[in-house]
T-cell receptor, first 115, second 115 residues
Framework: AQKVTQTQTSISVMEKTTVTMDCVYE???????LFWYKQTASGEIVFLIR??????ENATVGHYSLNFQKPKSSIGLIITATQIEDSAVYFC????????????FGSGTKLTVEP | GALVYQYPRRTICKSGTSMRMECQAV??????VAWYRQSPQKTFELIAL?????????EQNFTQEKFPISHPNLSFSSMTVLNAYLEDRGLYLC???????????FGKGTRLTVV
């Protein structure tokens, strides 16, 4: 069964707007970590932001923020003031505490930011 | 800072031959190294997880006989794709983590083309 699901295959937005990408996850563990990465055109994976399951506050880093809804097992990524260079494929990932070394990835959402 | 280098970045091999890819951690100790494959149009599949002083754990559909991995020290890991065929093509990523730290650092990947 898929542990991390991203239903949006692709999104297109205008520059300087705000975009939200969805991600739901599945776990039986009480402690886990959620991540968002972006993959550039060259294939490079870049870490963006992380949410620890025990933290109630939504994480924020620069123009990235998370909408963590634990009861819904949902971790949305919000990008404000989008820029052309934000165009990439965004992956949601989860790591569970017992299997601490393994990241489970979603299928990715391709974001295109247009001028 | 923590960096992970993968080489070669791109490689082409003939069907039925083998190729070896390497992963080098700089600035931290790669206590555990996970190898992933991103096939065309697909998300990241975990191939195997290697932790220093522990047995290498392969995921279902991946075997040591096909993807032998070496993790001889805290800065280096290599994986070989033996007897490569078309279905083995894709981007192979190495993700390394230091014990006690949450972040996984990824290399830029080795893109394998099989002809």
């Amino acid at each position: 069964a898929q542990k991390v699901t991203q239903t949006q295959t692709s999104i297109s937005v205008m520059e300087k707007t705000t975009v939200t990408m969805d991600c739901v996850y599945e776990t039986q563990d009480s402690s886990y970590f959620l991540f968002w990465y972006k993959q550039t055109a060259s294939g490079e994976i870049v870490f963006l932001i992380r949410q620890d399951s025990y933290k109630k506050e939504n994480a924020t880093v620069g123009h990235y923020s998370l909408n963590f809804q634990k009861p819904k097992s949902s971790i949305g990524l919000i990008i404000t003031a989008t820029q052309i260079e934000d165009s990439a494929v965004y992956f949601c990932a989860m790591r569970e505490l017992p299997n601490y070394n393994v990241l489970y990835f979603g299928s990715g959402t391709k974001l295109t930011v247009e001028p | 800072g923590a960096l992970v280098y993968q080489y070669p970045r791109r490689t082409i091999c003939k069907s039925g031959t083998s190729m070896r890819m390497e992963c080098q951690a700089v600035g931290f100790q790669a206590t555990s190294v996970a190898w992933y494959r991103q096939s065309p149009q697909k998300t990241f599949e975990l191939i195997a997880l290697s932790t220093v002083n522990s047995a290498i754990k392969y995921e279902q559909n991946f075997t040591q006989e096909k993807f032998p991995i070496s993790h001889p020290n805290l800065s280096f890991s290599s994986m070989t794709v033996l007897n490569a065929y078309l279905e083995d093509r894709g981007l192979y990523l190495c993700g390394a983590r230091d014990r006690g730290y949450t972040e996984v650092f990824f290399g830029k990947g080795t893109r394998l083309t099989v002809v």
